[in-house]
């Protein structure tokens, strides 16, 4: 399935490092998510992008900066991270539209980031 | 109280067993059910989605309660291939909104 992609799939930086994380989606869709899933937890809902424009930011810290510059692409900019960011970071979208049968949400494969 | 609590199991089902779990939502407005599975260090993967009272494809069955708000999905015929984490995921959003997960329920299929 090719739908969502995501890349790197794994990464492991250091806490001065800086590095971006790209979603890219196939699917003609006009909204997309990051979420974060530590380990053992429940799937965090981190920003959300609907037509290019952030729509909903869940009190993300300041070092994780999102970037949407078309409705394919997503990047997730990293800087100054914790060892406690360590994590699986997953992309999703969706139509993006108020119809019903348009609110499913398709994931990428995620980044599996450990910041050491 | 939670958004959405379902039991975290684990449920042990020997093979080709049916299994039934239910998930209970706070959120009256909620209008769309999800079911996503995920598998162990995977994403999440839909499985189904119920916008009226309920749905079924193939082996899965879900069944919506409103009045009680809760919903439940039924597995026929397990195969070893169904071990996995269920989430059940309520939307009351517009379009483009996030959506709120659970721990979900974990599934172990026995051969």
């Known amino acids: 399935e090719t739908g969502v992609t995501q890349t790197p799939r794994h990464l492991v930086m250091g806490m001065t490092n800086k590095k971006s994380l790209k979603c890219e989606q196939h699917?003609?869709?006009?909204?997309m998510y990051w979420y974060k899933q530590s380990a053992k937890k429940p799937l965090e809902l981190m920003f959300v992008?609907?037509?290019?424009?952030?729509?909903e930011n869940n009190s993300v810290p300041s070092r994780f900066s999102p970037e949407c510059p078309n409705s394919s692409h997503l990047f997730l900019h990293l800087h100054t991270l914790q060892p406690e960011d360590s994590a699986l970071y997953l992309c999703?979208?969706?139509?993006?539209?108020?119809?019903?049968?348009?609110?499913?949400?398709?994931f990428g494969p995620g980044t599996r980031l450990t910041v050491t | 109280r939670k958004e959405v609590e379902q039991d975290p199991g684990p449920f042990n089902v020997p093979e080709g067993a049916t299994v039934a779990f239910n998930c209970t939502y706070s959120?009256?407005?909620?209008?769309?059910f999800f079911w996503y599975r995920q598998d162990c260090r995977k994403e999440p993967k839909l499985l189904m989605s119920v916008y009226s009272s309920g749905n079924e494809d193939g082996r899965f069955t879900a069944q919506l309660n409103r009045a009680s708000q809760y919903i439940s999905l039924l597995i026929r015929d397990s195969k070893l291939s169904d071990s996995a984490t269920y989430l059940c995921v309520p939307y009351s959003g517009g379009g483009a909104d996030g959506l709120t997960f659970g721990k979900g329920t974990h599934l172990i299929i026995q051969p």
């Open positions: 992008y609907n037509f290019k424009e952030q729509t």
């Open positions: 699917l003609g869709h006009n909204a």
């Open positions: 959120n009256s407005a909620s209008q769309s």
């Open positions: 999703a979208s969706s139509q993006g539209s108020a119809a019903q049968g348009s609110y499913e949400q398709y």
